[in-house]
């Protein structure tokens, strides 16, 4: 089937008059992106040429403590680094401890730690979640301490 070049004329035109319209609207888009960009940016050079704001950034994540807390697990060592952290998890009980250390910091699943304690799948998970929450407990009772020792 054969189209007229009148009509074959039209379809051209309906079409380069359609990728105009999207372009332009594309062109609007960017513009008016690139206006809220710069509402909200602040200029290196003008922050650089404050006296009184000096720009940097300090990652504290990466800084070792003093002393890591080292925990055995079935003859593996798991070292934590975050002193809050590892006093959460000393104050739980040794089982407890166990199990969150052997699924979060070593990677074993719910039906290998039921192999090791000789638990089916289903029971390492409640214990799991009964571990978190005491945990949890544990963590926010840790979190009010540290307030409480910051405001006196």
Known sequence: MRYSEQFMEHIEYAFHAFCKIVLRHEAMNAWRDLKRKEEREISLDYLMSEKYFEPSAMDSYFEKQDKPT????LGKEVVVDDERLATALSRLPELRR?????????????????????R??????????????????????LKHE???????
């Open 146 to 152: 540290e307030q409480k020792t910051d405001t006196f």
């Open 98 to 118: 166990e199990v969150l250390l052997l699924y979060y910091f070593i990677g074993y699943r719910d039906e290998a730690i039921g192999r090791l304690y000789g």
């Open 120 to 141: 089916c799948r289903s029971s390492i998970n409640r214990r799991r979640n009964v571990a978190l929450k005491q945990f949890r407990k544990e963590w926010e009772g």
């Open 70 to 73: 080292v925990f055995l697990v």
